[in-house]
């Protein structure tokens, strides 16, 4: 069974990214549909996939990662406006029956991603 996965890595501090608000959407053409909302828990990944089974189809999809505000709970302090403070990711899925994980390694003025396993 297919299913999106995230985990997110403060490379900054060293340690997962807790409490990390993060927005699901299905893109179609123009079309922009959001899913759901999820957030991370103290090990930095969400308790269940984001989306699995039925829900999780072959398309493009968008996770917006609500960086600025995590950033701020942790006493990180920067100029305003932030560097980073909403970060989009979209990506392509093209086999809806494999896992695709995407994790976003974070530090106030950088960031990667990857498709992990």
Do not use: W
Request: charged share 25%; proline share 5%; with cysteine.
């Amino acid at each position: 069974m297919g299913r999106l996965t995230t985990h997110v890595l403060d490379t900054a501090q060293g340690r997962p990214g807790r409490g990390i608000r993060i927005e699901v959407y299905r893109l179609a053409g123009k079309a922009r549909e959001r899913l759901k909302e999820v957030t991370t828990n103290d090990d930095g990944r969400c308790d269940a996939p984001i989306l699995e089974g039925n829900e999780f189809t072959a398309g493009e999809y968008e996770l917006v990662f609500h960086a600025g505000d995590y950033l701020r709970q942790q006493g990180i302090t920067a100029e305003e406006p932030r560097f980073l403070d909403v970060i989009p990711l979209r990506f392509g899925v093209a086999d809806a029956e494999a896992h695709y994980h995407v994790p976003l390694l974070l530090s106030p003025y950088g960031y990667s991603t990857y498709r992990g396993s």
